[in-house]
C-alpha cells in the first residue's frame, strides 16, 4: 500500500494489469498503457500560475492498494469557482482496467487497456485500444479506435467508433454517429445527427428522428431502420439473401438487387425493414 498528495510523480511497481480509479472535478485525464511494470502518476495544475489550480494539484490524493490504484481530486459543486483545474497523466501496464471520471474536461486513454469506463459531463472522451467499454459525455465528442468487446456510448456530439468485437449501443442526443466495422448487434437511437456505418456483420436497430442512415455492408440478421427526415442508403454483398420491406412516404425507392421468389442458396440472410417519412431508399450491392 502506498498513499500520498500529489506533488511529484508517484511510481509503483505493479508487474501485471491493474484496475486504476480517475475522479477529477475539473481538468483534463490522460492514460498511457504500455508494456511496463511500474505505474506512474503526474498531477500538474492546469496553469502554473494560477494559485487555485496549483492548491487543487496538491490536494489531489493518489494512493494504490491492492492493484487499485485511486487518484482522487477536490470537487466542488460549481467547478467555474470552487476549484482549480488539474491535469492528471498516468502510465500503466497494457490491459489495465480504467475507470476515469471529469466534471469539466477531456479524457483521452492510449495504448492497449483491457474494460474501460469513461465519462465527462463537459468535454471529449477518446479511447485508442479496450475490451468492453462504456463512453459519456454530456457534450463533447467521443472517439475510439478499436474494442474488443461490447460498447456502450452516451452522447450530445459526434460519435466515432472504429471497430466492435461484440454489441453496440448508442444514444447520441445531438450529432453524426459514424461507425467502422461491428461484429455484434448494433442498437443506435439518435435525435438529431446522422448514421453511417462500413459493416454490419450481426443486424441492427437505428432509430433517427432527424438524420440520414448509410450501411455500406450489411451482411446478415435483422434490420430495422427508421427516420423522420432522412435518406436511408443501403450495401447488401453478393453473398447475402435479403429479404427486403422498404418504404419512403415522401420520397422514392430504388433497388439495384434482382428479385426471385425461388428458394437462395446463399450462405449469409438479412431481413431489411427500413423507413423514413422524408427522404429516399437506395439499396445497392455492396462491393
Known amino acids: 500500500m502506498s498513499s500520498s498528495a ?26 498511457r498503457a504500455g508494456e511496463r511494470a511500474e505505474t506512474t502518476v503526474l498531477v500538474q ?75 465527462s459531463a463537459l468535454g471529449n472522451v477518446t479511447v485508442e485500444r479496450a475490451g468492453t467499454a462504456e463512453l459519456r459525455t454530456a457534450t463533447g465528442t467521443i472517439r475510439a479506435h478499436h474494442l474488443d468487446g461490447s460498447v456502450e456510448v452516451h452522447g450530445a456530439g459526434r460519435v466515432e467508433i472504429g471497430h466492435v468485437g461484440g454489441d453496440l449501443t448508442v444514444k447520441n442526443v445531438n450529432g453524426e454517429t459514424e461507425v467502422g466495422e461491428v461484429l455484434g448487434e448494433t442498437k443506435v437511437k439518435s435525435s438529431n445527427g446522422s448514421f453511417a456505418m462500413g ?44 429479404w427486403l420491406d422498404v418504404y419512403a412516404k415522401a420520397g422514392l425507392v430504388r433497388s439495384d438487387l434482382p428479385t426471385s421468389d425461388a428458394p ?10 427500413a423507413n423514413t417519412s422524408v427522404g429516399n431508399i437506395t439499396v445497392t450491392r455492396a462491393a
Open 45 to 119: 495544475p492546469g496553469n502554473a500560475a494560477s494559485d487555485r489550480d496549483v492548491q487543487s494539484a496538491a490536494q489531489t490524493q493518489i494512493s494504490l492498494i491492492g492493484g487499485q490504484l485511486i487518484v482522487r481530486g477536490p470537487r466542488g459543486r460549481n467547478p467555474f469557482n470552487k476549484i482549480g483545474a488539474v491535469m492528471v497523466e498516468v502510465e500503466l501496464p497494457a490491459g489495465s482496467e480504467v475507470q476515469a471520471t471529469t466534471g469539466l474536461g477531456d479524457v483521452h486513454c492510449e495504448g492497449a487497456l483491457g474494460d474501460v469506463h469513461l465519462k
Open 264 to 273: 437462395s442458396d446463399k450462405p449469409d440472410r438479412a431481413e431489411v425493414h
Open 199 to 242: 459493416t454490419a456483420h450481426a443486424g441492427a436497430d437505428v432509430q433517427s428522428a432527424l438524420g440520414g442512415i448509410r450501411i455500406a455492408r450489411l451482411t446478415r440478421g435483422v434490420f430495422d431502420l427508421r427516420t423522420s427526415t432522412g435518406e436511408i442508403e443501403l450495401g447488401i454483398p453478393e453473398t447475402t439473401a435479403a
Open 6 to 31: 500529489a506533488h511529484e510523480p508517484q511510481s509503483f511497481k505493479t508487474p501485471g494489469p491493474i484496475t486504476a480509479q480517475l475522479e477529477v472535478g475539473f481538468g483534463t485525464v490522460l492514460v
